[in-house]
């Protein structure tokens, strides 16, 4: 069995954990304010596809054909395409308010 040096298992741990808090910070919440970004030219089908699982539309995104939406995430999930992502939306990233499109 082969080991790593010594030396490589800092930064290794580095990469490792700068990767997980990317990911945690971008994983869309179970419901609330969320970024759908659509990975083609075809942003009407992500607005379609949100739409008919019941979420409500707040904006465009900061990526081009991107847009904010507020919703559940296990409705709107399965109505959008393949090539959508969908992340979480941070206001500072998104120019959201905090307030804005909560239901009460």
């Known amino acids: 069995m082969k080991f790593l040096p010594s030396w490589m298992l800092i930064p290794a ?3 490792t954990a700068t990767f997980g808090l990317v990911v945690l910070t971008m994983w869309p919440p179970a419901s609330g304010s969320m970024l759908v970004v659509p990975l083609g030219q075809d942003s009407g089908a992500a607005v379609q596809g949100a739409l008919a ?6 904006g465009t995104g900061p990526f ?5 939406i ?6 709107i999930a ?3 395409a393949w090539n959508v992502v969908i992340m979480a939306a941070p206001p500072a990233g998104c120019g959201v308010d905090g307030g804005a499109g909560k239901r009460a």
Do not use: M, Y
């Open 70 to 75: 507020v919703g559940d995430r296990a409705r």
């Open 53 to 58: 699982g019941g979420a409500a539309l707040l």
């Open 64 to 68: 081009p054909g991107s847009l904010v």
């Open 13 to 15: 741990q580095i990469a």
């Open 78 to 80: 399965p109505r959008v």
